[in-house]
């Protein structure tokens, strides 16, 4: 076997790997010197030329020529009289340049050669791949369903490289098969047992704002600006976007008509609702546009706690915390404070205050419900027992034990 040989009998391993032939044939120059190291002791006294173009490889050994009993280095001597097999008029002090076969290298050697090239070969792989995806950080890639796990799944790319995208980064709502096509984006680079491990998600953030690029050409250039995004994920999201072209309606870009642009969007996230908001620095504003549909009839925003209390007319209030208090938590991601919320005219003849229950309730669950904004007997009622359940750590007996107390002061 040959160096041509040896090089094509990896032609295959590298058009998978996607290896091109100048770095190959590095790698085969380094395998090479390797080897001649072991054989010879050194590698100073060998030169490896290489032809990229072709392919082809020859390795020269360079000994000096000594007198047969003076010979004790086969790496950078030859006896004078094996120089004579190779020119008559060679004499002793002169330099001889041989080339080297690799079937002169042994067949135990041979195999060495192979997997050594083999591993360095993978070795710049793996390397490749980590670089390639750290730079990707952020970015969205596309891929094709391989394997399904409980916790995680197995996606492969263009490229064959194999991407994990667990359960904890899905949508809830997300149902693959093998097969399907996916779109995630790339969350994290770890090395694990020096191989490279590339995390997808498609909760985070920047899976959103991707997206966003993708759909709306305002915002790939940059002529809208994407402020804040706050998700949950399946559910719902706050968007706050930013133009810097008065002539351009960011909400109404990033919607598109008719929702044109926004539904591909939704459609990609599984249905999650998508709020897009005009951003602003003034924090009474942000806080009224991050409650929609809601309308805020007065606020007082205390700083120093990052708190800020919100009075709305009793109709508003399920509005601003809407179904599963979704909005309400967004809203309070999106602002950076802690919304509560409170109904205005509480003290209606027709409602009663929560605090009048403080002998059937306890007090704690009490606090439990004014936490949610809920201050009367109405506000409880009206949010219905699936919402107060999951907006609250009460068990699902309690809250039916709550909801028959309030029902039967209206009755009586």
Known sequence: MNAIELIDSFSEFKEIKNIDRVTMMRIVEDVFRSTLKRKYGSDENVDVIINPDKGDLEIWLNREIVPDEDFEDEGTQIK?????????????????????????????NILSLRQNLASKVLELEKDSIYQKYKERVGDIVNG??????KREILILDDDGNELILPKSEQIPSDYFRKGDTTRAVVSKVDLRNNNPVIILSRTAPEFLARLFEQEVPEVFDGLITIKKIVRNPGERAKVAVESYDDRIDPVGACVGMNGSRIHGIVRELRNENIDVIPWTTNMQLLIQRSLNPAKISNMEINEEESRVEVFLKPDEVSKAIGKGGHNIKLASKLTGLEIDVYREGAEDIDDVDLDEFTDEIDDWIIDELKAIGCDSAKSVLEIGKDDLVKRTDLEVETVDEILKILSSEFEK
């Open 80 to 108: 004078y009289s094996e120089a004579l097999k190779i020119e008559p008029d060679f004499e002793i002090g002169e330099e001889v340049s041989q080339e080297v076969k690799v079937e002169d290298f042994g067949r135990r």
């Open 144 to 149: 094709e369903v391989y394997q399904i796990w």
